[in-house]
Protein backbone atom coordinates (compact mmCIF):
# COMPACT_ATOMS: atom_id res chain seq x y z
CA UNK A 1 0.00 0.00 0.00
CA UNK A 2 1.48 3.21 -0.88
CA UNK A 3 1.40 6.00 2.12
CA UNK A 4 -0.40 9.26 1.87
CA UNK A 5 2.52 11.31 1.69
CA UNK A 6 1.86 13.16 -1.12
CA UNK A 7 0.87 16.39 -1.92
CA UNK A 8 -0.74 15.25 -5.50
CA UNK A 9 1.25 18.12 -6.96
CA UNK A 10 1.91 15.88 -10.86
CA UNK A 11 5.01 16.91 -12.05
CA UNK A 12 5.82 15.32 -15.46
CA UNK A 13 9.41 14.89 -16.46
CA UNK A 14 10.06 15.47 -20.28
CA UNK A 15 13.71 14.70 -21.72
CA UNK A 16 14.98 12.70 -24.71
CA UNK A 17 14.38 9.27 -24.48
CA UNK A 18 17.72 8.48 -27.03
CA UNK A 19 20.62 10.33 -25.17
CA UNK A 20 23.31 10.13 -27.70
CA UNK A 21 23.50 14.10 -27.75
CA UNK A 22 23.65 14.29 -23.81
CA UNK A 23 26.42 14.36 -21.89
CA UNK A 24 27.08 11.54 -19.19
CA UNK A 25 26.13 14.09 -16.67
CA UNK A 26 22.40 14.13 -18.08
CA UNK A 27 21.74 10.69 -16.51
CA UNK A 28 22.70 12.09 -13.23
CA UNK A 29 21.09 15.10 -13.57
CA UNK A 30 17.97 13.40 -14.77
CA UNK A 31 18.23 10.88 -11.28
CA UNK A 32 18.61 13.64 -9.22
CA UNK A 33 15.58 15.34 -10.58
CA UNK A 34 13.37 12.68 -9.23
CA UNK A 35 14.57 12.23 -6.07
CA UNK A 36 13.84 15.97 -5.68
CA UNK A 37 10.69 15.46 -6.95
CA UNK A 38 10.13 12.37 -4.42
CA UNK A 39 11.70 14.44 -1.33
CA UNK A 40 9.19 17.31 -2.35
CA UNK A 41 6.09 14.56 -1.82
CA UNK A 42 5.05 15.15 -5.07
CA UNK A 43 3.93 12.14 -8.14
CA UNK A 44 6.34 12.14 -11.14
CA UNK A 45 4.53 11.33 -14.21
CA UNK A 46 6.20 10.33 -17.29
CA UNK A 47 6.25 9.26 -21.17
CA UNK A 48 6.97 5.61 -19.45
CA UNK A 49 10.32 5.49 -21.63
CA UNK A 50 14.55 5.22 -21.36
CA UNK A 51 16.88 8.17 -21.31
CA UNK A 52 16.51 11.19 -19.33
CA UNK A 53 12.90 10.85 -17.85
CA UNK A 54 14.16 6.86 -16.94
CA UNK A 55 16.80 7.72 -14.68
CA UNK A 56 14.24 10.48 -13.14
CA UNK A 57 11.98 7.50 -12.70
CA UNK A 58 14.30 5.59 -11.17
CA UNK A 59 15.77 8.53 -8.57
CA UNK A 60 12.10 9.13 -7.75
CA UNK A 61 11.63 5.62 -7.02
CA UNK A 62 15.01 5.32 -5.04
CA UNK A 63 13.36 8.34 -2.79
CA UNK A 64 10.21 6.31 -1.66
CA UNK A 65 8.52 8.56 -4.64
CA UNK A 66 5.38 7.71 -6.45
CA UNK A 67 5.56 7.14 -10.39
CA UNK A 68 3.29 7.33 -13.23
CA UNK A 69 3.88 6.48 -16.56
CA UNK A 70 1.74 7.69 -20.06
CA UNK A 71 2.98 4.74 -22.84
CA UNK A 72 2.06 5.47 -26.62
CA UNK A 73 1.50 2.02 -26.52
CA UNK A 74 -1.77 -0.04 -26.41
CA UNK A 75 -1.14 -2.68 -24.35
CA UNK A 76 1.86 -3.51 -21.89
CA UNK A 77 2.79 -6.23 -24.82
CA UNK A 78 2.93 -3.38 -26.99
CA UNK A 79 5.09 -1.02 -25.03
CA UNK A 80 7.48 -3.78 -24.82
CA UNK A 81 7.45 -5.42 -27.85
CA UNK A 82 6.94 -2.42 -30.74
CA UNK A 83 7.82 -0.06 -28.55
CA UNK A 84 10.82 -2.03 -26.65
CA UNK A 85 10.10 0.98 -23.81
CA UNK A 86 10.81 -0.07 -19.94
CA UNK A 87 8.26 -1.37 -17.19
CA UNK A 88 10.60 -0.70 -14.28
CA UNK A 89 10.73 2.08 -11.69
CA UNK A 90 6.53 2.84 -12.48
CA UNK A 91 4.46 2.20 -9.70
CA UNK A 92 1.41 2.25 -12.71
CA UNK A 93 1.83 2.97 -16.64
CA UNK A 94 -1.47 3.95 -18.46
CA UNK A 95 -1.31 2.90 -22.10
CA UNK A 96 -2.57 5.45 -24.25
CA UNK A 97 -2.58 3.50 -27.33
CA UNK A 98 -2.22 6.98 -29.01
CA UNK A 99 1.30 6.98 -30.42
CA UNK A 100 3.80 9.30 -29.40
CA UNK A 101 2.46 12.68 -30.19
CA UNK A 102 -0.86 12.02 -28.70
CA UNK A 103 0.56 10.46 -25.37
CA UNK A 104 2.69 13.71 -25.15
CA UNK A 105 -0.90 15.74 -24.65
CA UNK A 106 -2.28 13.05 -22.60
CA UNK A 107 0.88 13.43 -20.71
CA UNK A 108 1.02 17.13 -20.12
CA UNK A 109 -2.58 17.54 -19.30
CA UNK A 110 -2.20 15.38 -16.87
CA UNK A 111 0.63 17.23 -15.08
CA UNK A 112 0.32 20.25 -13.07
CA UNK A 113 3.88 21.38 -13.99
CA UNK A 114 6.33 20.53 -16.10
CA UNK A 115 10.14 19.62 -16.35
CA UNK A 116 12.29 19.42 -19.21
CA UNK A 117 15.77 18.06 -19.14
CA UNK A 118 17.99 17.20 -22.03
CA UNK A 119 15.74 16.65 -24.55
CA UNK A 120 15.02 16.09 -28.66
CA UNK A 121 11.83 16.84 -30.59
CA UNK A 122 9.66 15.25 -28.62
CA UNK A 123 10.79 16.88 -25.80
CA UNK A 124 9.90 20.08 -27.38
CA UNK A 125 6.75 18.91 -28.13
CA UNK A 126 6.02 18.55 -25.36
CA UNK A 127 7.37 22.07 -24.14
CA UNK A 128 5.45 23.45 -26.74
CA UNK A 129 2.14 22.04 -24.99
CA UNK A 130 2.57 22.89 -21.66
CA UNK A 131 3.88 26.15 -23.22
CA UNK A 132 -0.03 26.70 -24.81
CA UNK A 133 -1.45 25.32 -21.79
CA UNK A 134 -0.02 27.76 -19.37
CA UNK A 135 1.52 25.28 -17.04
CA UNK A 136 4.90 26.06 -14.91
CA UNK A 137 7.55 24.82 -16.74
CA UNK A 138 10.99 24.53 -15.07
CA UNK A 139 14.33 23.65 -17.54
CA UNK A 140 16.86 22.32 -16.11
CA UNK A 141 20.23 23.77 -17.21
CA UNK A 142 23.37 21.76 -17.86
CA UNK A 143 25.67 20.55 -20.55
CA UNK A 144 23.19 20.25 -23.38
CA UNK A 145 21.49 22.76 -25.50
CA UNK A 146 18.10 21.91 -25.33
CA UNK A 147 18.01 25.45 -22.46
CA UNK A 148 19.45 27.24 -24.66
CA UNK A 149 17.01 26.49 -27.65
CA UNK A 150 14.09 27.08 -25.21
CA UNK A 151 15.41 29.93 -24.46
CA UNK A 152 14.98 31.09 -27.87
CA UNK A 153 11.62 29.55 -28.60
CA UNK A 154 10.31 31.47 -25.93
CA UNK A 155 11.86 34.80 -26.93
CA UNK A 156 11.04 34.09 -30.55
CA UNK A 157 7.28 33.23 -29.16
CA UNK A 158 5.61 36.93 -28.91
CA UNK A 159 4.25 35.43 -25.83
CA UNK A 160 7.00 35.64 -23.10
CA UNK A 161 5.77 37.96 -21.04
CA UNK A 162 2.63 36.11 -20.37
CA UNK A 163 4.76 33.28 -18.97
CA UNK A 164 7.23 35.08 -17.59
CA UNK A 165 6.10 34.29 -13.89
CA UNK A 166 5.33 30.48 -14.71
CA UNK A 167 8.95 29.34 -16.29
CA UNK A 168 12.08 28.59 -14.18
CA UNK A 169 15.44 28.12 -15.80
CA UNK A 170 17.93 26.41 -13.13
CA UNK A 171 20.79 23.75 -12.79
CA UNK A 172 20.09 23.05 -9.40
CA UNK A 173 17.48 20.02 -9.31
CA UNK A 174 16.53 20.67 -5.78
CA UNK A 175 16.04 24.45 -6.68
CA UNK A 176 14.02 23.93 -9.61
CA UNK A 177 11.58 21.60 -8.08
CA UNK A 178 10.98 23.58 -5.02
CA UNK A 179 10.28 26.60 -7.53
CA UNK A 180 8.04 24.53 -9.30
CA UNK A 181 6.23 23.73 -6.34
CA UNK A 182 5.85 27.16 -5.19
CA UNK A 183 4.17 27.92 -7.87
CA UNK A 184 1.97 24.88 -8.49
CA UNK A 185 0.66 25.88 -4.70
CA UNK A 186 0.36 29.28 -5.78
CA UNK A 187 -1.99 28.42 -8.66
CA UNK A 188 -4.06 26.27 -6.46
CA UNK A 189 -4.73 28.55 -3.96
CA UNK A 190 -6.05 30.99 -5.98
CA UNK A 191 -8.00 28.60 -7.60
CA UNK A 192 -6.15 27.00 -10.01
CA UNK A 193 -3.89 27.68 -13.23
CA UNK A 194 -4.94 30.64 -15.69
CA UNK A 195 -7.58 29.36 -18.61
CA UNK A 196 -5.93 27.37 -21.33
CA UNK A 197 -6.19 30.23 -24.28
Known amino acids: MIENKQNNIKICVSGAAETGHCTEKAFEAGEAVGVAIAKAGCILLDG ?116 KDKIVFESDPEKLISRLVEIVKKEKAAGGPADIK
Open 48 to 163: ATTGFPYWAAKGAKQANGMVVGFSPALSEKEHVKRYELPLEYRDMIVYTGLGYSGRNLILIRAADAVVIGCGRMGTINEFTHAFEDQKPIGVLEGDWETDELLRLIIEKSNRAEEM
